[in-house]
């Protein structure tokens, strides 16, 4: 018998029929019962991880998915010891095997759980198509931080924007100290950009100046509305007056006219104005606002048109009035923050230069303002903001 040789499933299972002779009865149960329960762990933890990842294109949290595998074995084995009031044949509920059976079976579940979700949501991605991320953590950081809010407190004091219609003083009341809930991750421009947008959105206020002290901190808050009506469109040290006259003579919008008045059986001069207006008895007249006075408490006799050379003004008006950019005037102070300035250092454009000695069109950039010059410029909103945070520094930065 010494010749003979055994084949490879013969000799397994000999060695096998040979462990169990030496293996009790009841702990060969016990390790089967134990590789059945991490066995049910694993596929249920699969099974929740292949529903939840088809319904939310997640993965499943792994304390989840631990927690589902360990409850089958949690069922299992109550159904076993209402049923056969035992956990292992042959072994009693009060021994001691029972109780490391039971660790064991809690703790190879639990890492049979694990495997199982990992599992489950790989092949969960196969089939439903689902690309999972490379870097779930970096992801899920980038995504809080976005979520993440940042408070902007409004100044206490709003001001009133120069050049702008005012805005009601109870809602810059209601306004003043506010706090705004912003994503963290905005630059100053767009913080900038967001509270404008939402001023003009929630409240209709579109004339917003902010000054920024940091990223999230606003250190000035200046508002006010889109200057309306004829205001809007008159020329600078000019204002606008209706008076009435069935005799125009004529002229139409943007002629130039003398105006007369008539006071006791007397005619007089009252001023040269522009026609803004005109309709059957009534004349909308554009003076300039020292001659104003002239006409109050008078009755204006007629209208006199003026020879005068055709120009675009008119034209130049309407498409003023239509954009969002202005004219205005500014008087160079003595010692002030715009005396000794370059014309082409300035952030809006400067059209006519006003001196005692004459009149400077379209001046030179190295043009240098002078105390007194009435400065005459163009420019957009950002335009006048910049010209405005500029004469606030150098005033800042004035000696006392």
């Known amino acids: 018998m010494t010749g003979l040789s055994l084949s490879p499933g013969v000799a397994v299972a000999t060695a096998i029929s040979q462990l169990s002779s030496v293996v009790p009865p009841g702990t060969r149960s016990a390790t089967v019962s134990l590789v059945g329960l991490v066995v049910l762990s694993t596929l249920t933890a699969a099974f929740a991880a292949v529903c939840y990842r088809r319904e939310t294109t997640r993965p499943i949290p792994t304390g989840a998915a631990v927690l589902t595998g360990l409850v089958s074995i949690s069922l299992w084995i109550g159904g076993r010891i209402v049923s056969e009031h035992t956990v292992v044949a042959d072994l009693s509920l009060v ?8 660790i064991g079976s809690f703790g190879a579940g639990a890492v049979g759980a694990f495997g199982g979700r990992r599992l489950g949501d790989a092949i969960a991605c196969v089939f439903a198509d689902i690309q999972p991320a490379e870097h779930p953590r970096e992801i899920a950081d980038v995504r809080r931080s976005a979520r993440q809010a940042r408070r902007v407190q409004l100044p206490e004091t709003i001001l009133d924007r120069s050049g ?31 509270v404008k947008s939402r001023f003009e959105r929630d409240y209709g206020i579109d004339r917003v100046e902010i000054e920024m002290d940091g990223p999230h901190i606003l250190r000035r808050l200046a508002i006010g509305y889109e200057p309306s009506g004829l205001s809007a469109s008159l020329p600078p040290r000019t204002v606008g007056v209706a008076v009435e006259s069935q005799r125009t003579s004529g002229a139409n919008v943007g002629d130039p006219v003398d105006v007369w008045t008539a006071e006791d059986d007397r005619v ?37 048109t003026i020879p005068a050379a055709p120009d675009d003004g008119a034209d130049f008006r309407s498409v003023l009035r239509a ?17 000794g300035e370059f014309v082409g250092w300035l952030a809006v454009t400067v059209l006519v230069i006003v001196r005692d000695e004459g009149v400077i069109s379209l001046p030179a950039e190295t043009e240098t303002l002078r105390s007194g010059d009435d400065v005459y410029v163009f420019g957009g909103p950002s335009a006048f903001e910049a010209l405005a945070r500029f004469e606030r520094a150098r005033r800042s930065d004035a000696p006392a």
């Open 268 to 304: 007089a001069f009252a001023g040269r104005a522009t026609v803004e207006r005109a309709s059957t008895n009534t004349t909308t007249l554009v003076l300039p606002a020292a001659r104003s006075t002239a006409l109050v408490g008078t009755s204006p006799d007629g209208l006199t």
């Open 164 to 194: 702008s219609d005012p805005v009601d003083r109870e809602l810059k009341r209601e306004l003043a100290g506010s706090t705004w809930s912003l994503p963290r991750t905005l630059s100053p421009e767009a913080v900038t950009a967001r």
């Open 323 to 339: 954009s969002d950019h202005a004219i205005s005037v500014l008087t160079v102070e003595a010692n002030g923050p715009l005396e």
């Open 95 to 102: 021994l001691d095997a029972t109780g490391y059976f039971l």
